[in-house]
C-alpha cells in the first residue's frame, strides 16, 4: 500500500479523474464549438471587412474619377472663359475702331460744312460788296436818260431771250 501513500500516485488518479469528468461532461466537444463559433465569427468579421475595403475601393476610384472629371470641367470652363474675353476683346476693338471711324467722318463733315458755311457767307459778303460796288458805279457814271435807254434796249431783248 505504499502506492496509496506515494503522491505522485495521487496526482496521477487526479489527473485520469480530470481527464474523465471532461470526456463526460464533453468539455472538448464544447471548447472545440467554441472555438468552431469564434472561427466562423472571425471568417465572417474578415469577409466583412473585405467586403468593406472593396466598397472602399470602389468609392475611392469614384471620387476619383469625379475629381478628375470636375478638373477637365474647370479647365475646359477657364479655356471657354478665356476664349469668349478674347472673342469680347476683338469685338470692342472693332467696334471702338469702327466708332472712332464715324466720330472721325462726322468731324470731317462738320469741318467741311463749316468751311462751306464760311465760304458761302464769304461769297455772299463779297457779292453784297460787289452788288453795292457796281450799284455806286454805275449810280456816278450812268445818268437818268442813259438809265432809261438801258431800260428800254433791255426790255425788247428781254423778249427774244425768253423764246
Do not use: C, H
Not at 468751311?115 to 461769297?123: M, R
Not at 449810280?139 to 431800260?151: H, P, V, Y
Amino acid at each position: 500500500m505504499e502506492i496509496f501513500s506515494d503522491s505522485s500516485f495521487w496526482v496521477a488518479v487526479a489527473f485520469v479523474l480530470f481527464v474523465l469528468a471532461l470526456i463526460y461532461f464533453r468539455v472538448p466537444g464544447r471548447v472545440t464549438e467554441a472555438l468552431d463559433a469564434r472561427s466562423a465569427q472571425i471568417a465572417q468579421e474578415l469577409e466583412e471587412a473585405r467586403k468593406l475595403r472593396e466598397e472602399a475601393q470602389a468609392l475611392l476610384a469614384n471620387y476619383q474619377r469625379k475629381q478628375r472629371d470636375a478638373e477637365q470641367e474647370a479647365e475646359d470652363i477657364v479655356t471657354q472663359a478665356r476664349a469668349e474675353a478674347e472673342r469680347l476683346a476683338a469685338e470692342t476693338r472693332e467696334n471702338l475702331a469702327a466708332q472712332l471711324e464715324r466720330r472721325t467722318k462726322q468731324a470731317e463733315d462738320k469741318i467741311a460744312q463749316a468751311e462751306a458755311q464760311a465760304l458761302k457767307e464769304v461769297k455772299d459778303a463779297a457779292a453784297t460788296v460787289a452788288a453795292s460796288a457796281a450799284r455806286r458805279i454805275i449810280s456816278e457814271r450812268i445818268d437818268q436818260g442813259r438809265d432809261a435807254q438801258l431800260i428800254d434796249q433791255d426790255i425788247r431783248n428781254l423778249g427774244s431771250k425768253l423764246n
